[in-house]
């Protein structure tokens, strides 16, 4: 390399004194807490000095400034050494990092958002080079920044097909701005890792997958220097080989060491004997400064410049409706970004992509690295993101979806063709299970609108709620039965149909509640009336209104799923009636037919082929 600049001998003894001292303070602090992975600690020591003190440009001071390059611990069980390198410089106190772990600790066994200087959580394996691509994505294509993103992963998490996935996706988008150092300490946690110290199958692999790849000796700092300095024109692996525990010597590359701390004497001894490698030098490794060139951003009432232009009665899907309103917001909203899995012309994400071809990203069949490219995009507060696929296939994604929460994430994501109503297709296209995902995740909002106002209402409510937010769509065409000028909030239902003679609250959302509509329509005709409420979002749910109105009709209610009952949105219910995939119509008013006079707390006796269809709860009256 012409332009490659050695460092002197000075920097270089300063560089591996650092990564001594990231040794000595991983094992102490592991010890005095007794949890924590050291010898996975000490095979990067070299890197992370390398990275953190003559690599990487940020203010270490402001470890969330823009203009910063930034760091991904994908091997998460190495955080004791990212929490080092933080003491190093300075922002956090020894005494910190000897409690971490503790419960009143920011310092958890794997990085957290917690940290100011953690983006994304991970300790999950595989996820964090996908991450890094939406971080990477954002810095070349949207920020048109000089920042670059690193990303730390360990050979056992190379066994993940999500990290694969995220290679291929960086070499398509040609993501010269990323590096990935993959540490090759040869042993897993139960065994030694596939391909062991065979660096140069790493190699081909990384490769065949279109990144130029450099093997170095991973505890060369000399070698570190060079490698990193490099400049690249694709995405970069740097391939270290090391040594697993190097630097305690009855741990260096032998199994039985992985996640277990040395006991007080034994931390005692190797940090006397690290320390004694430190060898004196005067210099002091400082972070350069990044280049101030990423635009400022603000994320705040991302808003539609106009209410829904629908007309009460006409017919349009969800889904179609989901990528109108995605295109509206991103008109006059430029930092609103969208991404699909190819189904662009199912979910009509399709329509945003014609209308902002520049914020959108084409993930193609990879639901899993879609969440996480999400995830990395919508880091910081970069962008207002928007990740579209089928409903059923955000199973395969359920981890990075956990990990996303974790990460206090805002992404949104929109489910399509969700429930029975894509019947022709057969269950493996039928999202039943997705309500109950995204039930269980903390952070998590869920959105299922009956048309196509609500489903605009939707959008623009999700890109501006925080945490993660989930839009159920469906492919059939439904009525508009709300006026552009309806109001809609997280958490507040809406009741549709009600009168003073309603016998039953029927409880719907999304297709269901026109079922429900269409139901109540005719019993009407044989007075029989019910009480009609559309749901709007399933978490959180309006009990509020629906126990008020479940009084009126005297404890009598029934929910309408499109959903398995287990997950569903009324999961408390005491009876669940099944129906028929293909019931004929008039399949519910003949359910609330037979309902209709009963006694508290009789049974129903409608029974039918196994599936998702209604549950009806008839509490005794108080």
Request: glycine share 8%; proline share 5%.
């Amino acid at each position: 390399m012409e332009d490659y600049h050695k460092p002197d001998q000075q920097t270089i003894q300063a560089l591996r004194n650092i990564a001594n001292r990231l040794r000595i303070n991983s094992i102490k602090a592991t010890t005095a807490v007794g949890n924590g992975h050291p010898t996975s600690c000490c095979s990067v020591a070299e890197i992370m000095s390398v990275l953190f003190f003559h690599t990487m440009k940020y203010r270490p001071d402001d470890p969330k400034n823009p203009n910063n390059d930034r760091f991904i611990l994908s091997k998460g069980h190495a955080a004791p050494v990212l929490y080092s390198v933080w003491v190093e410089i300075g922002f956090l106190k020894e005494s910190e990092l000897m409690s971490m772990c503790q419960i009143n600790s920011t310092l958890e066994g794997h990085p957290t958002p917690k940290q100011q200087f953690v983006d994304v959580a991970t300790g999950s394996l595989g996820q964090g080079l996908g991450m890094a691509c939406g971080m990477a994505y954002t810095a070349k294509y949207f920020d048109k920044s000089s920042y670059h993103v690193y990303c730390l992963l360990g050979d056992g998490e190379m066994s993940e097909g999500a990290v694969w996935e995220a290679m291929a996706f960086a070499s398509y988008y040609q993501l010269d701005n990323l590096l990935a150092i993959l540490d090759i300490n040869r042993l897993g946690q139960s065994d030694p890792a596939p391909l062991q110290h065979h660096v140069e199958k790493y190699q081909r692999r990384c490769e065949a997958f279109g990144w130029h790849a450099i093997i170095v000796d991973g505890h060369s700092v000399e070698e570190l220097c060079k490698a990193m300095s490099q400049p690249r024109h694709q995405p970069t692996a740097i391939i270290a080989k090391t040594i697993k525990g190097k630097g305690i010597p009855v741990a260096e590359d032998k199994m039985g060491w992985h996640g277990k701390v040395l006991s007080k004497d034994m931390a005692e001894s190797v940090t006397r004997d690290l320390q004694s490698r430190i060898l004196n030098s005067n210099k002091r490794m400082y972070p350069a400064s990044p280049i101030e060139d990423t635009p400022p951003m603000s994320l705040r009432n991302v808003r539609m410049p106009s209410a829904p232009n629908y007309k009460t009665g006409e017919k349009i899907a969800t889904c179609k409706a989901y990528g109108m309103a995605m295109a509206k917001l991103g008109r006059y909203n430029e930092r609103v970004v969208a991404m699909d899995v190819d189904t662009k012309n199912f979910t009509h994400s399709e329509i945003f992509k014609n209308e902002h071809p520049n914020r959108f990203i084409e993930c193609y069949s990879a639901e899993q690295n879609m969440v996480s490219v999400a995830t990395g995009c919508a880091a910081r507060e970069r962008n207002v993101v928007f990740a579209s696929g089928l409903a059923t296939f955000f199973t395969r994604a359920y981890d990075q979806l956990r990990m996303a929460a974790i990460s206090d994430s805002n992404i949104n994501l929109c489910g399509s063709h969700c429930g029975l109503s894509v019947g022709e297709d057969g269950p493996a296209h039928m999202g039943l299970e997705d309500m109950a995902i995204f039930r269980a995740i903390p952070t998590a909002t869920i959105f299922y609108p009956s048309d196509a106002v609500s489903t605009e209402k939707a959008v623009q409510l999700a890109a501006n709620t925080k945490g993660v937010c989930y839009i159920r769509t469906t492919r059939p065409e439904t009525a508009i039965i709300y006026d552009s000028n309806e109001d809609f909030h997280v958490g507040q239902a809406k009741v549709v149909c009600q009168s003073k003679e309603d016998q039953v609250t029927v409880i719907g959302a999304g297709m269901t509640l026109h079922e429900a509509l269409a139901a109540a329509e005719q019993l009407k005709k044989e007075r029989i009336y019910i009480r009609v409420i559309d749901s709007f979002t399933i978490k959180p749910l309006d009990a509020k209104t629906i126990i008020d109105h479940v009084r009126a009709t005297k404890g009598r209610v029934v929910t309408v799923e499109d959903h398995y009952y287990e997950g569903g949105f009324l999961p408390c219910l005491i009876l669940f009636i099944r129906v028929k995939k293909r019931q004929r119509s008039g399949w519910l008013s003949g359910l609330l037919k037979q309902m209709y006079g009963r006694g508290a707390c009789h049974v129903l006796d409608y029974t039918g082929g196994p599936g998702p269809g209604i549950s009806a709860f008839v509490p005794e009256e108080e």
